[in-house]
T-cell receptor, first 112, second 119 residues
Framework: AQSVTQPDIHITVSEGASLELRCNYS??????LFWYVQSPGQGLQLLLKYFSGDTLVQGIKGFEAEFKRSQSSFNLRKPSVHWSDAAEYFCAVGAHTDKLIFGTGTRLQVFP | GAVVSQHPSWVICKSGTSVKIECRSLDFQATTMFWYRQFPKQSLMLMAT?????????EQGVEKDKFLINHASLTLSTLTVTSAHPEDSSFYIC???????????????FGPGTRLLVL
């Protein structure tokens, strides 16, 4: 079955600290992978996406993610977190013509 | 980038009434739009795929007669929650596919969402 797992429901970090949000997927075909961010009461903003090629993907707001096929993972990273990064982060998987399947999300809290 | 709007941003209604939510692609034509539902502290669940000029495709378990979807133009899709009940209270988010390859997931652009509260 197709699924996306985000093992961490809630993560708290100090401002300036590094961040890694985990995402594991199960998908029959070669997947397209996405990370979205959602601020409270808002829609989703695309941070980055992976379709093919270089497995290290750069996104907006200083985020990057690395696709590891052997581990079925697509973890999101940021070297130095800002207070404005506090939000809900969703990993999603899909393929050409398929619907997006979202993970359950990770809520990021940032302390000054 | 492509902009998708939703209206209203929030709505409160009485049980038994119908509520219409609009999803518009502002600067591109979207042959495909998607409607999602999100419960508090949960993920997004796809409700249906809306194709311009044809019937929507509903996901398993979603009541077609309860959630009416119309995609009458390349820039507008509407979701009508008929005879709303408190359990329909949720955050509804649409996304729009742009360009010739609008059915491809990588071209989905999300709206800001509509919060529905049914009393």
């Amino acid at each position: 079955a197709q699924s996306v797992t985000q093992p961490d429901i809630h993560i708290t970090v100090s401002e300036g600290a590094s961040l890694e949000l985990r995402c594991n997927y199960s998908y029959g075909a070669t997947p397209y992978l996405f990370w979205y961010v959602q601020s409270p009461g808002q829609g989703l903003q695309l941070l980055l996406k992976y379709f093919s090629g270089d497995t290290l993907v750069q996104g907006i707001k200083g985020f990057e993610a690395e696709f590891k096929r052997s581990q079925s993972s697509f973890n999101l990273r940021k070297p130095s977190v800002h207070w404005s990064d506090a939000a809900e982060y969703f990993c999603a998987v899909g393929a050409h013509t398929d619907k997006l399947i979202f993970g359950t999300g990770t809520r990021l809290q940032v302390f000054p | 980038g492509a902009v998708v709007s939703q209206h209203p941003s929030w709505v409160i209604c009485k049980s038994g009434t119908s509520v219409k939510i609009e999803c518009r692609s502002l600067d591109f034509q979207a042959t495909t739009m998607f409607w999602y539902r999100q419960f508090p502290k949960q993920s997004l669940m796809l409700m249906a795929t809306s194709n311009e000029g044809s019937k929507a495709t509903y996901e398993q378990g979603v009541e077609k007669d309860k959630f009416l979807i119309n995609h009458a133009s390349l820039t507008l899709s509407t979701l009508t929650v008929t005879s709303a009940h408190p359990e329909d209270s949720s955050f509804y988010i649409c996304s729009a596919g742009g360009g010739r390859d609008s059915h491809r997931v990588e071209t989905q652009y999300f709206g800001p969402g509509t919060r529905l509260l049914v009393l």
